[in-house]
């Protein structure tokens, strides 16, 4: 065997630690690594956001198991003594499914309409940087200005002079109206990164916006649409001044305002609420647990530089 192969078989019996190779010797058992305190603290720190974060949901859980006439005698953080599941047959025959179906329609149409504008837009004002493009980009950026609430008496005047009072569209228009503005300030943060050289590239092989959208937009902005795809299906899923204001019938009722139909002139019962509320609720927590690396993604994204 020569030198120069000794070496490598030595090399391949070696350990690598911090850069330098150690051989290991026969019979030698390896080190243990520490955990220092800098590793334990956060660990720690996390372990009690978790608690705080999660109690809301067990607490809802563990009410809507209650019976009406337990609600007060059990300790408000202990599993139900008597454990029932009637809290939820009693929503489930107050017409919940309708209620269900109108959120998720409302929900869907919404985001779908928001998220297709407001990627249009955005793709828009990134490219074409001009005087006009920045004032378009201001005039939404000056819809993030504008509380909700100071709106609602004109948008009531507005959905009824288009006849759509009491209607699902109601609620629909002005959630889109509300929901470009922060929309479009994501997707134009996070667009604005991707390097020019790849647009630069694509047209030069004569690639159109539109194919240039679909193949090299779309892919690397995902964590972008995804954050916007969340963040507004939360809103719009627990909107509550819109349905109450633009909606009467209980035909059109959403979910949120379905929650008041529990609510009686002397009592209240509480455990069916909250079986309603964890039911509505259980949609958002799913859709955040299977996107939250995509949505903190494009939260972070774009705004470190």
Known sequence: MTIQQDKIEQNRRGRTLSGTTVNKQPGQKPRSRRIGLGEIFPAILGLIWLVFACYPIVYMLFTSLRPQADIYKDIAWSFPSHPT??????????????????????????????????????????????????SVFNLFLLGLAIPLQATIIPIYAIVSDLHLYDTLFALILPSIAFGIPLSILVLVTYIRDIPNELHESMMLD?????RILCTLVLPLARPAIITVIIYETIQV??????????????EVQVLPLSLMN????????VPAIMAAVF?????????????????????VAGFSK
């Open 237 to 250: 899923w627990n909107s509550f001044l819109f349905p109450l204001v633009l909606t009467q019938s209980q």
């Open 262 to 269: 529990f609510q009686g002139q002397f009592t209240t019962n």
């Open 279 to 299: 039911l509505s609720a259980t949609p958002i927590i799913l859709l955040y647990i299977f996107g939250r690396r995509q949505l903190l993604g494009g939260l």
């Open 206 to 210: 004569g690639a159109k916006h539109f």
């Open 85 to 134: 599941l009637d809290n939820y047959t009693t929503v489930l025959s107050n017409d919940f499914g309708t209620y269900f179906a109108n959120t998720v329609f409302v929900t869907v149409l919404s985001v779908l309409i928001i998220l297709a504008v407001s990627l249009l837009a955005a793709y828009a004002i990134s490219q074409v940087r001009n005087r006009f493009t920045q």
